[in-house]
């Protein structure tokens, strides 16, 4: 099975070593995840990339398709912001439809309150964040910085992040954190991604485990090695 989040991945880590090898095969994985995002309007999958190559998105039943399409338009961001001038303009234009799409679905689907705390609602609001930025969209800095905001309050209620026992969890909240920094300013912003950084890091130090250079919480088959 072919991973797409994985796939958008390794295009941008390409990118992030710009030889004529490595270019050619960022935009050749590029096309082709680009091509697989749902754009019908009347599909109600509409603005969704699939999760594997092999399952295609009029199948409505995969439970991963929101969280890993979310990410994939986060990679694809990060294209935009940091690569353009590596990637032909006429790709670049399919890479901005596909992150309006996919915000298309971010605001139109509905908010459940048991996500509020969850990694992916964080990536939603750096997604829309990052959007609202480049394309200078009020609309789209207005709804990320309201799912930011219930992120904030969600985290502070637990009083722990749900991903506290997962290494690759924790440095992906980290990652988006600094995203966000570098994408919106504002003191607001600012407050609340201190106050996030320092619970994750009482949250590593909580369950830092140094005898066996681990990070253990309630799921002891989540153990990773930091």
Same mark, same amino acid.
Request: with cysteine; hydrophobic share 40%.
């Given at each position: ?109 509905? =908010?459940?309150?048991?996500?509020? +705390? !969850? @990694?992916?609602? /964080?990536?939603? #609001?750096?997604?829309?964040? $990052? ?72 949250? =590593?130090?909580?369950?830092?485990? +140094? !005898? @066996?250079?681990? /990070?253990?919480? #309630?799921?002891?088959?989540? $153990?990773?090695?930091?």
């Amino acid at each position: 099975m072919h991973h797409i989040e994985e796939s958008a991945e390794y295009a941008l880590k390409l990118l992030m070593q710009p030889t004529l090898e490595n270019t050619k095969r960022a935009k050749d994985i590029l096309s082709v995840i680009l091509k697989l995002q749902v754009s019908e309007p009347q599909n109600p999958n509409y603005g969704i990339f699939p999760t594997y190559l092999e399952y295609p998105a009029d199948k409505p039943d995969n439970p991963m398709y929101e969280e890993t399409s979310v990410v994939i338009t986060l990679y694809l961001i990060q294209i935009l912001i940091n690569f353009k001038n590596l990637i032909p303009a006429s790709m670049i234009k399919k890479i901005e439809k596909a992150c309006h799409l996919s915000i298309f679905y971010i605001s139109n689907s509905e =908010i459940k309150l048991r996500y509020a +705390a !969850s @990694i992916h609602s /964080l990536i939603d #609001a750096a997604v829309l964040l $990052a959007c609202g930025t480049i394309f200078k969209k009020s609309e789209y800095l207005h709804l990320g910085m309201k799912k930011f905001e219930n992120y904030f309050t969600a985290i502070k209620y637990n009083g722990s992040f749900w991903e506290h026992n997962s290494p690759c969890e924790m440095y992906f909240i980290s990652s988006a954190l600094e995203f966000i920094r570098t994408t919106i300013t504002g003191n607001q912003c600012d407050y609340m991604i201190d106050n996030l950084n320092n619970m994750l890091w009482e949250n =590593i130090a909580i369950n830092f485990h +140094a !005898s @066996i250079n681990k /990070l253990t919480g #309630a799921c002891s088959n989540a $153990a990773g090695t930091i």
